[in-house]
């Protein structure tokens, strides 16, 4: 009885232990490719699959993450879109089965809940989009990545320092031109404006008094400026939106004071948000 449960615990730590090295190869790059070589769709002749099925192969390999569930689903789609060329005499090549024509046939004969139908139009948009040499997918961004790009909220005190300058050189022709463009594009930002920024007279010399006092003045920094301006405001962000008509990229803009934020809010903060301040 001992050595009949002691056989038995060999046995099962056996299996577990092929069970787990099983595991980890199927995802193997060479598994991968034998799999996939001896794929053979159902309903497809074995010389028809053949006219295609080194390109698939290569395709799917090219196409995502090398584990045995995408290429397993990829082959498989393929497979069926080749069963539908056949279906309708249509020639069996990679574009014709990735062609836009083909793709809207197919998925028009699909038979199948509303989730699994999109989950295999992502599968064809995704094939095709690599079959064409075309990024499948957008590369995720850090936040840091993003804020890069965008107009600092730190430029308005900037603008600020520079109108200060101004005023107090009300005889200066070129401080009275960066006035008169600040003046214009908060004008602007509050609809009030014709354009982004002062007329085609006051731009140049107002840009001359910015470079005066170091700073590199454009109409894109100018309109950041002052829509940095609007949102920091006391008015709920809503009224703000629709009295300024402010866009998702004006709103963007906000995302450059996430830096300077704590990684805990104050406790005062911490009430606020919850509601029970």
């Not at 074995?46 to 006219?51: N, Q």
């Not at 295609?52 to 082959?75: M, P, Q, S, Y």
């Not at 993003?146 to 900037?158: G, M």
């Not at 600040?182 to 006051?202: F, I, L, T, W």
């Amino acid at each position: 009885m001992v050595a009949e449960q002691q056989r038995r615990r060999t046995v099962g730590a056996m299996t577990d232990h092929d069970a787990t090295n099983t595991s980890e190869s199927i995802d193997a790059p060479e598994a991968l490719c034998n799999f996939l070589t001896a794929y053979r769709p159902t309903g497809v002749k074995e010389e028809t699959w053949a006219l295609i099925a080194d390109d698939a192969v290569k395709l799917v390999l090219r196409a995502g993450a090398l584990t045995r569930l995408r290429v397993e689903k990829d082959i498989q789609l393929l497979g069926a879109v080749v069963a539908h060329l056949v279906e309708r005499g249509r020639p069996v090549t990679l574009d014709e089965a990735l062609s836009d024509a083909t793709l809207l046939s197919f998925d028009t004969s699909l038979q199948v809940g509303e989730k699994t139908k999109e989950n295999k139009r992502g599968i064809t948009r995704r094939l095709q989009a690599v079959h064409r040499g075309l990024p499948w997918r957008a590369e995720k961004r850090t936040p840091e990545e993003r804020t890069d790009n965008l107009v600092a909220h730190t430029e308005v005190d900037t603008m600020h320092r520079i109108l200060g300058h101004a005023h107090a050189m009300a005889d200066d022709a070129e401080g009275v031109a960066f006035i008169a463009a600040v003046s214009a594009a908060r004008e602007a930002r509050r609809g009030q404006g014709a354009g982004p920024g002062a007329s085609a007279h006051d731009w140049a010399p107002a840009r001359r008094f910015a470079d005066r006092h170091g700073w590199n003045m454009t109409q894109r920094l100018l309109k950041a400026c002052v829509t940095h301006e609007t949102l920091n405001t006391d008015q709920p962000l809503a009224i703000v939106i629709r009295n300024n008509g402010l866009s998702r990229r004006d709103l963007d803009l906000g995302l450059t004071r996430v830096r300077d934020l704590p990684d805990l809010p104050a406790p005062s903060h911490h009430d606020l948000l919850r509601g029970t301040a």
